[in-house]
């Protein structure tokens, strides 16, 4: 895995920037082996025995829904959630703590809208006023625009510009999971009475017990998610509870439908930066006087020192 030198996130990078993985990229991996690895077992075992009965149905919808569960999983994994850039690199390293203490944090702005008041606040990591419904994410340590949380399955965040893709994920895993199950207990009660019972059989019970477990976890996340869609909210707003009462939710359309509705015409959103252009390294003549009035940075060898300047 690649890691771009001047990248101010966790990030990797594969291809010169084509691909885009967040910092617990293995757990992509892990998802796309839960995948593969019961599907082509029923492969060979289930729905070899109904290519022998001349009936390729259970084999083409399985090769379907898994070949898009794959797609939508590495779409999700490898898309800019909507990472916002993070300002001057004096301001971001690790020697600036100090610093982000000295200039202190700003209080909140508070901004009306559609009858509530939205705070914005100040991220002391990234030095940005944060746009509404954007959070930090410690694991990525950026900050996400639509952030709605950072998904241990993909290893990515879940934000504005790939909350669709996720979705996406959700709902072809959720029908894969069904359609898996059925297929592999449908083979167990058609070959009960075959005396090569436990040789045929054994693989499609495992495979049948691990996708009845991991059906209830997946299409209780996706209707998670789903109730989430349709009143307009995000995991992150959900978890603090920010809009328990459902009149004070400013982002609530007015109806469920309303909400579904607009949700499938929202614009993805165009990135905050290009993930293929190489950006200018910050060089150490670099003046960071020039961009904080009352604040003086002198350099001694490596070390940041502050000096009071008054206004």
């Given at each position: 895995?690649?890691?771009?030198?001047?990248?101010?996130?966790?990030?990797?990078?594969?291809l010169?920037?084509?691909?885009?993985?967040?910092?617990?990229?293995?757990?992509?991996?892990?998802?796309?082996?839960?995948?593969?690895?019961?599907?082509?077992?029923?492969?060979?075992?289930?729905?070899?025995?109904?290519?022998?009965?001349?009936?390729?149905?259970?084999?083409?919808?399985?090769?379907?829904?898994?070949?898009?569960?794959?797609?939508?999983?590495?779409?999700?994994?490898?898309?800019?959630p909507?990472?916002?850039p993070?300002?001057?690199?004096?301001?971001?390293?690790?020697q600036?703590?100090?610093?982000?203490?000295?200039?202190g944090?700003?209080?909140?702005?508070?901004?009306?809208?559609?009858?509530?008041?939205?705070?914005?606040k100040?991220?002391?990591?990234?030095?940005?006023?944060?746009?509404?419904?954007?959070?930090?994410c410690?694991?990525?340590?950026?900050?996400?625009?639509?952030?709605?949380?950072?998904?241990p399955?993909?290893?990515?965040?879940?934000?504005?510009?790939?909350y669709?893709?996720?979705?996406?994920?959700?709902?072809s895993?959720?029908?894969?999971?069904?359609?898996?199950?059925?297929?592999?207990?449908?083979?167990?009660?058609?070959?009960?009475?075959?005396?090569?019972?436990?040789?045929?059989?054994?693989?499609?019970?495992?495979?049948?017990?691990?996708?009845?477990l991991?059906?209830?976890?997946?299409?209780?996340?996706?209707?998670?998610?789903?109730?989430?869609?349709?009143?307009?909210?995000?995991?992150?707003?959900?978890?603090?509870?920010?809009?328990?009462?459902?009149?004070?939710?400013?982002?609530?359309?007015?109806?469920?439908?309303?909400?579904?509705?607009?949700?499938?015409?929202?614009?993805?959103?165009?990135?905050?930066?290009?993930?293929?252009?190489?950006?200018?390294?910050?060089?150490?003549?670099?003046?960071?006087?020039?961009?904080?009035?009352?604040?003086?940075?002198?350099?001694?060898?490596?070390?940041?020192?502050?000096?009071?300047?008054?206004?």
């Open positions: 895995m690649r890691t771009y030198r001047y990248w101010k996130g966790k990030n990797h990078f594969l010169k920037g084509w691909i885009m993985v967040g910092p617990d990229w293995y757990r992509c991996v892990i998802s796309s082996l839960l995948i593969i690895v019961p599907n082509v077992i029923t492969i060979i075992y289930a729905c070899s025995y109904y290519l022998n009965e001349d009936d390729a149905g259970p084999l083409v919808i399985l090769l379907f829904l898994s070949s898009l569960s794959l797609i939508t999983l590495i779409k999700a994994a490898t898309s800019d909507g990472y916002i993070k300002q001057i690199v004096p301001f971001v390293s690790q600036s703590s100090a610093l982000n203490e000295y200039i944090c700003p209080k909140p702005i508070l901004v009306p809208y559609n009858g509530s008041v939205i705070k914005l100040f991220c002391q990591t990234c030095l940005i006023f944060k746009p509404p419904r954007c959070s930090h410690s694991i990525c340590d950026l900050c996400v625009e639509g952030f709605d949380h950072h998904c399955w993909i290893g990515n965040c879940v934000g504005k510009r790939n669709k893709d996720f979705m996406g994920f959700l709902s895993v959720s029908a894969l999971t069904v359609v898996s199950f059925s297929i592999n207990l449908s083979h167990i009660v058609d070959t009960y009475d075959d005396s090569n019972l436990d040789t045929k059989t054994t693989p499609s019970i495992v495979i049948a017990v691990f996708c009845f991991a059906m209830w976890l997946i299409l209780g996340l996706f209707g998670f998610h789903l109730y989430l869609v349709m009143n307009n909210m995000t995991t992150n707003e959900k978890i603090k509870g920010l809009w328990d009462e459902m009149h004070l939710n400013p982002y609530f359309r007015g109806s469920l439908w309303k909400n579904i509705v607009y949700w499938i015409y929202k614009k993805r959103g165009i990135p905050q930066f290009y993930r293929r252009k190489i950006l200018s390294p910050y060089h150490e003549n670099i003046n960071p006087n020039e961009f904080y009035r009352g604040v003086k940075i002198t350099r001694e060898y490596t070390e940041v020192s502050i000096e009071n300047k008054p206004l």
